[in-house]
């Protein structure tokens, strides 16, 4: 039995996830903390997703930053479990990624894991993303060889859902490889829009978009985007689905109501992901929700219409908390470099064959 912790930031940059996981024959969850993202940081992360002035060294300062913010939320994780750094076999660190761009052959997150080794104590496993994309694949999404080591067993034909800034699927049914990619964008549209015209972090439970009416103009708009036309393997981030696309779509379209334009664009989520859905498995039996939208409520029972013949439910329904799954994929990614143990699968990124993901920083 060894101890990992998965450090998790993700693309809606609302803060870190922790997660602490004891791995044997089994994975067991023992602990979870969160820290939100500082305003500012937050703010020069998201600069940091497009071209501008002196950017190595905003992302360096940037990084050290976000290195002390997770070694901070470590330490307090361990206090509270009363745990030494020495307890903790490895930390595997997604970073943040600021840039992800495949299809010109680079993935970036940042996240300094040498800084985060050296405040922590403890070895660390980061950069998960590059072999991936070095070996010809999308780099992304990385969570489906986890999603099946957690819920393979249940023996059905699966979708396991992860709605974060972007959503991905995993598709798993007996006797096939997991088989997986990104639908689009998750909640990164319907944070960004409220934000704009509220000034709110999210749209708790859906609520602002379920006073809307949904707008078929608007939405045949966007969803003629190309990335929707691809089967997978396909991945996307930021550099497409970002506030300047749909104000590019607005144009020259009627002037909407912002709540239409918010339902609209849980619509587009909720669309993307059923129709890939339905052209990628046939049959599915359940739909396990995880992420952020998982506790999006309008988005859960629009899900839940679209897709009538599979019961759409939260990874909660099978014990697995749905706010901590990323966090805890990239503690077992940790475990599964150190073992030597591929973790990414051709059938969802493209790459050239199986590779052992990561790199490792000692303590």
Not at 183 to 189: D, I, K, Q, T
Not at 239 to 250: A, K, M, R, T
Request: include cysteine; aromatic fraction near 6%.
């Amino acid at each position: 039995m060894a101890y990992y912790l998965g450090v998790m930031s993700g693309t809606s940059l609302d803060g870190l996830d922790i997660a602490l996981i004891a791995q044997g024959e089994q994975l067991e969850l023992l602990a979870t903390h969160y820290l939100p993202m500082p305003a500012d940081l937050r703010q020069q992360l998201l600069g940091l997703c497009s071209s501008g002035p002196d950017e190595i060294a905003r992302a360096a300062l940037a990084e050290n930053r976000w290195a002390s913010l997770a070694a901070e939320g470590i330490q307090q994780l361990l206090a509270r479990q009363g745990l030494k750094p020495g307890a903790i076999r490895a930390i595997g660190s997604h970073g943040q990624t600021i840039r992800h761009e495949p299809a010109r052959g680079f993935t970036v997150q940042i996240g300094n894991p040498a800084l985060l080794a050296e405040l922590t104590g403890i070895s660390v496993v980061a950069d998960f993303r590059r072999r991936d994309v070095a070996a010809g694949g999308q780099g992304a999404p990385l969570v489906p060889a986890f999603h099946e080591s957690l819920f393979g067993h249940l023996g059905q034909r699966l979708a396991i859902l992860n709605v974060g800034g972007f959503s991905n699927l995993s598709l798993i049914e007996r006797d096939t490889p997991v088989h997986g990619f990104d639908c689009g964008p998750g909640n990164v549209l319907l944070d960004a829009w409220i934000d704009r015209k509220q000034g709110k972090a999210f749209d708790a439970d859906g609520a602002w978009a379920a006073s809307g009416t949904v707008q078929p103009g608007l939405l045949g708009s966007l969803l003629s985007d190309p990335f929707f036309a691809g089967s997978g393997p396909k991945s996307t981030g930021r550099e497409v689905f970002n506030l300047p696309w749909l104000d590019g779509h607005l144009a020259g379209l009627p002037a909407y109501r912002d709540e239409d334009v918010q339902a609209t664009l849980l619509e587009l989520s909720a669309r993307s992901i059923s129709e890939s859905l339905l052209a990628a498995q046939q049959g599915t039996e359940a739909v396990l929700v995880c992420g952020g939208g998982a506790r999006n409520g309008a988005l859960m029972a629009r899900l839940a219409q679209l897709l009538p013949t599979a019961e759409v439910a939260s990874t909660g329904a099978h014990g697995v908390d749905p706010d901590w799954v990323e966090a805890m994929a990239f503690a077992w990614l940790a475990h599964c470099c150190l073992e030597g143990i591929a973790a990414n699968r051709p059938s969802v990124t493209a790459a050239r064959g199986l590779r052992v993901l990561g790199a490792v920083y000692p303590a």
